[in-house]
């Protein structure tokens, strides 16, 4: 796959690039429209926008550090592998705590309800993580081991990736589950939810837990791994955990009932 567009001087667009920005606008869109759809208060509505680039500030901040800590051994033998890796490396378990710090403060600084807000966001963060792993299909990062299978991709212009060898297309694989996963919130909202922040829990659970069995048929080992599990491995069963956690909370301290009861009862606990 070629992930450079065009250049323009010494600048380089990449395709990355570009399906990260369609993403982000896709969430934002999805987002201002949902906020209509729960009847969100003109106030509550103007804020999504700023929720979003705390979420991307954060997000970068958290997905830089815990890529840094992943290549620590090559920085402290070359600290210039750090300058090179600004515009590149990324682990997107970091991006998504230090997003989810990201809207926590947001909402704390602004006096917004938390959960309320994150119910509006996850639906969005899955759909813009789908189309950044279309991006990472197009650059050939976070590609998967060998395979002889039919069901493989073959690089042969990736500078990330090895080229002319069957891989399994772990980055089409999850940007298809971040689509459905996408989907299914937006079903499980309209059918199943009824309590504030039971969307959040939702996401945790079924996206940690996907990406937990995605992992051991990635094979960009250089990621890092804590004892037989990577470190997205790692990461993700305390997510999962989290989910579990905020799930079984949120089912067990909220009435149930309609979903406004709900959200009074989430956010005065």
Request: neutral net charge.
């Amino acid at each position: 796959m070629y992930n450079d567009l065009f250049s323009i001087g010494p600048v380089t667009f990449h395709t990355y690039g570009l399906m990260t920005a369609i993403g982000i606008v896709a969430a934002y869109l999805m987002m201002e429209r949902r906020a209509k759809q729960k009847h969100f208060t003109e106030e509550e509505s103007g804020k999504t926008l700023g929720l979003i680039l705390s979420c991307l500030v954060f997000g970068y901040l958290g997905s830089k550090i815990l890529y840094v800590l992943t290549i620590l051994p090559q920085l402290i033998q070359d600290p210039s592998v750090f300058l090179h890796s600004l515009s590149g490396g990324w682990v997107i378990f970091g991006g998504l705590l230090g997003g989810i710090f990201g809207a926590w403060l947001f909402c704390r600084l602004q006096k917004l309800p938390a959960g309320k807000f994150f119910d509006l966001a996850f639906p969005a963060v899955a759909l813009a993580q789908a189309f950044g792993r279309v991006g990472c299909f197009f650059a050939g990062c976070c590609y998967g081991v060998e395979t002889e299978s039919a069901f493989s991709i073959m690089f042969s212009h990736s500078d990330f990736a090895p080229n002319h060898v069957r891989l399994v297309p772990t980055q089409l694989i999850s940007a298809v589950l971040d689509f459905v996963l996408c989907l299914f919130l937006l079903w499980y909202e309209k059918n199943l939810e009824k309590r504030s922040g039971e969307l959040a829990a939702v996401y945790l659970i079924l996206y940690s837990a996907g990406r937990f069995v995605l992992e051991f048929w990635r094979g960009d080992l250089a990621r890092g791994a804590v004892g037989p599990l990577s470190t997205s491995q790692f990461i993700g069963l305390f997510t999962l955990l989290a989910g579990i956690i905020l799930f079984i909370v949120i089912r067990t301290k909220t009435p149930s009932g309609d979903k406004k009861t709900g959200e009074t009862a989430h956010e005065e606990a």
